[in-house]
């Protein structure tokens, strides 16, 4: 048995923002989808794979969040992992915005993604995502707090 570097983090869903809802029909955007905070480490063979994935915001096709522009959502749902050396931290997700009569609208898959040594040591800090189609566009913030800071783990 040996031991590795890690952060104990805390991510949490702080906001969801229509920031314009372009030329979809009517005067909202109506999403839905899912946001996400990952432990993602990189494999044997270079893949990126999840080690942890706390979901903090999901909508069905059936469930869709209606959204004015400038609108806002404050889920404040947290996750609480652990991020060792040499991983990254993503936040991001995947969302769609829901169309009656055409396909939805595919507002992206996307992630930030930031290395174990990029997360802030001490305090905490903020990122934003930003999902966008055909005009329109969320907003998505993310905090991140350390909650403890390079410790060692036992790991098998």
């Not at 494999?43 to 522009?69: K, Y």
């Not at 005009?135 to 993310?142: I, N, S, W």
């Amino acid at each position: 048995m040996g031991t590795r570097l890690a952060k104990e983090v805390r991510v949490t869903l702080k906001e969801i923002r229509c920031s314009k809802v372009g030329d979809d029909d009517g005067d909202t955007l109506e999403i839905y989808g899912h946001l996400d905070a990952l432990g993602v480490f990189v494999d044997a063979q270079g893949i990126f794979q999840p080690g942890f994935t706390g979901t903090l915001w999901h909508h069905q096709d059936n469930d869709v969040v209606r959204m004015a522009e400038t609108n806002q959502l404050f889920p404040n749902k947290s996750a609480t992992f652990l991020v060792f050396e040499n991983d990254f931290l993503w936040v991001g997700g995947h969302l769609k915005e829901d169309d009656d009569f055409n396909e939805d609208d595919e507002m992206g898959i996307r992630h930030e993604r930031i290395l174990y040594k990029n997360i802030a040591s001490t305090g905490s800090g903020h990122v934003s995502v930003k999902f966008n189609q055909s005009g329109q566009a969320v907003e998505t913030k993310f905090g991140i707090e350390v909650l403890r800071d390079n410790f060692l783990v036992p790991v098998p």
